[in-house]
């Protein structure tokens, strides 16, 4: 009993300054000193978040976001990690894809909205290709540097030990590269968050973005406010998610 | 050091491991020129229209008319002051706050939670909102980058100060340094490489916004330009600006890494071989 006491006062304590803004947001907003479409008090926009999810709205929207989001970066991660690990893995595969990834590598992905759009409409199919060539290069350079640190020692004498080239891939260079692939992912996550929704406040007619951007222009600002917040909540809980996950995977290396 | 190096280099001009290195070099550009040919005889072949892959050399031919009539230096102009600009204003208050973060305990107290939880969001969501509030033009846009670029610049810079070797920080105390000169001469140079890097990841993210934010308001900018272009169906306008942002992306990350290197002569990792 006591040491839940000090859990909730520990947390309590942590996260009391979320708190205090929270309760700043709520003040200022009933003050009268700004107006109330512009900053909508926090318990307008939970009510009006209430009504989003009462109509199912923000459950179908958000739904074919998160079928966008987790297409492409599922399609990003496959891919992705075998093309790095065969930069590694072989002298020809890095010179010849490795100045690609260099030169696409600082491309802002954003610049690739429009060009999806262009190719393959405002539909599904573009937000999917959009995210997967977004978040493709963070998981290849990932992969690419972890696997370029496999110990060469533990190389050597797992192929003397007569493990086959596959093998010696699959338990000794995948499990290096774990790490770093692992936390270019984790880029990759946050990275498949913004692209998606600023492709759908751009072109769409579905998903969190455009019910954002319709909702602002319609002047429903309470709603507008209760998406984008839900939006921000999923991508800080997406991370948490994966951080406790990546932890979990690497526990054999401490 | 250096006549071993030298001596190194000698060897390995006169060796023949030299002309497979050369050998190895050239055959890097072999995927660029590849995709250079490809794309252009690709697009010249009629399997696709030129509506959805117009040739290199007419986007190349797009971008020169873009240069004449002023156009792109304008464009250019807008999207790298907006991105600079916004960059400059979140790295100053987002190393004074990492500094801050690391040295008093209320303000760690107040902004952990904070950043903890802002970092992973998708700042990119609160566009709509910034721009109800700050308007259609540059404020808006230069609030987002600001918004979106200092949250890794804070974790670096705390990240950075808190890893300050102890005992380098006791011996100067003892020495008689002040509070201000310990930062200046110890603390702010061992920090240097983590505040560096998170001004590298920050830049980047900052061109990003920079370009999604023109989109969304449809606005003047590289970003603004390519939105136009594809709302009028123009393809050649919309190859045209990818190339332009790609270039802008590369010279702006390049830039950064030389002065990284520039400032960091001293320290060991400018002995390191280079890496991609």
Known sequence: MVSILNVVRNGLYRYLPLLLIALAWEALARSGWVNELALPPLTTIVGAWLGLIGDGELITNGASSLYRAGAGLGIAIVLGGALGIFMAWSKPVLVFIGPLVELFYPLPKSALIPVCALWLGFGDMSKIVLIFLGCLLPVTLGAFNGARGADQELLWSARGMGATKLEVLWDVVLPSAMPELLNGIRTALALSFVLLVSSELIVARAGFGYMIGNLGSAGVYDAMFAVVLTVAFLGFAADRTYQAFQRRVLLWRE | ?276
Not at chain 2, 230 to 259: P, Q
Request: net charge neutral.
């Open chain 2, 1 to 276: 050091m250096a006549r071993v190096e030298a001596a190194r280099t000698r060897a390995a001009a006169a060796s023949p491991l030299f002309t497979a290195e050369f050998a190895w070099r050239a055959a890097r550009w072999s995927s660029i020129i590849l995709l250079i040919v490809v794309w252009e005889l690709y697009a010249r072949s009629g399997e696709v229209t030129t509506f959805m892959l117009p040739p290199l050399s007419m986007v190349c031919e797009r971008i020169w008319e873009d240069a004449m009539s002023g156009d792109l230096l304008a464009n250019l102009w807008d999207t790298v002051y907006r991105a600079l600009a916004g960059f400059a204003i979140a790295a100053v208050p987002g190393v004074l706050l990492g500094i801050l973060i690391t040295r008093l305990a209320p303000v760690r107290w107040f902004f952990d939670p904070v950043i903890s939880v802002g970092f992973p969001m998708p700042k990119i969501a609160f566009i709509p909102i910034i721009v109800l509030w700050f308007g259609f033009y540059d404020v808006s846009k230069i609030t987002i980058v600001v918004f979106d670029a200092i949250f890794p610049i804070i974790t670096a810079t705390v990240a950075g100060t808190r890893g300050v070797d102890r005992h380098l920080v006791w011996s100067a105390r003892n020495l008689g340094a002040s509070e201000r000169e310990l930062l200046r001469e110890i603390v702010l140079p061992a920090a240097l490489p983590q505040i560096l890097t998170g001004l590298q990841v920050a830049l980047p993210i900052a061109l990003i916004v920079t370009i999604i934010a023109e989109m969304t308001t449809a606005s003047s900018g590289l970003g603004g330009e390519m939105l136009h272009a594809s709302r009028f169906v123009d393809s050649m306008g919309v190859f045209a600006a990818l190339v332009e942002i790609a270039i802008v992306g590369l010279l702006l990350i390049k830039v950064m890494a030389m002065i990284r290197a520039r400032l960091l002569h001293w320290h060991q990792e400018a002995r390191q071989a280079k890496t991609v």
